[in-house]
């Protein structure tokens, strides 16, 4: 069976995303959904899931997936799941992106800024801290284990408990940065609501609608097999 033939009608998208048992999730500004193959499944309140927009999925080392979502950050241990204690920091209540560390911490971006649970413990982090801006969308980590943040006012590399900044001044396309990947050679891409960045050798280099690129913003990037980069624009 493929979508068409459940009858399940899915509008806006907010993310699609396959976990390692080979089902997609797919997150709408309507719903959280699954599909395994065979059958589409929405999960709702009944299940443990609000009403509300996704944005990004991950699944972590030991198999959970974390979804990101308007009305906080959700975790699927395979047979239930469990919302984020809001409670713990009012910074949850809004969640962008997630990202698995492999030292085991889970990095979560939002709209108030930055956390970081790390052993049952939450660390934050706002422009106050360091941060360009307080909102963040991508997050992302390098082979020497520094990550790299994207948010509404800049690209900003997290090493050693410090931020260092790059905005338009350094040659980034736009400040509002969507989505952030790393390529096999360890090049950073940096996707932004005024073009594609690369950031390489401590330079940065752009294009946009202006020289390549048929519109400016870019929102999805992947690498394939063979090297070649995939750009999802809007």
């Known amino acids: 069976n493929d979508l068409s033939e459940t009858h399940v009608t899915i509008r806006t998208v907010g993310f699609l995303f396959f976990d390692a048992k080979g089902s997609l999730w797919i997150g ?12 589409v499944y929405k999960f709702t309140e009944k299940d ?12 972590d080392q030991s198999g959970a997936i974390w ?37 085991g911490s889970i990095w979560i971006g939002t709209q108030d800024g930055l956390a970081i649970l790390r052993n049952g413990k939450f ?22 284990g520094d990550h ?12 050693d408990g410090k931020f260092t900044n790059y905005d338009k001044s350094n040659g980034l396309a736009e400040n509002i940065v969507n989505t952030l990947r790393f390529d096999q050679h360890d090049v950073l891409w940096i996707g932004t609501e005024g073009g594609l960045s690369r950031f390489y050798n401590g330079k ?31």
Do not use: C
């Open 28 to 39: 709408t500004f309507n719903g959280l959904y699954r599909f395994d193959g065979k059958a």
């Open 48 to 59: 443990g899931v609000p009403d509300s927009l996704f944005y990004s999925a991950m699944q």
């Open 67 to 103: 979804i990101s979502s308007g009305d906080g950050l959700l975790k699927w241990d395979g047979t239930k799941f469990t919302t984020i204690d809001r409670s713990a920091d009012p910074m949850l209540r809004y969640v962008h992106v997630s990202y698995a560390d492999p030292d």
């Open 123 to 144: 660390e934050t982090y706002t422009k106050k801290d360091g941060l360009p801006d307080n909102a963040v969308w991508a997050i992302v980590q390098d082979k020497q």
């Open 148 to 159: 790299w943040i994207g948010t509404e006012g800049g690209l900003s590399k997290f090493q």
């Open 204 to 234: 940065i280099e752009s294009i946009s609608a202006k020289n390549g690129l048929p519109k400016d913003s870019v929102w999805a990037l992947h690498e394939d097999d063979e090297e070649n980069l995939w750009v999802g624009i809007n």
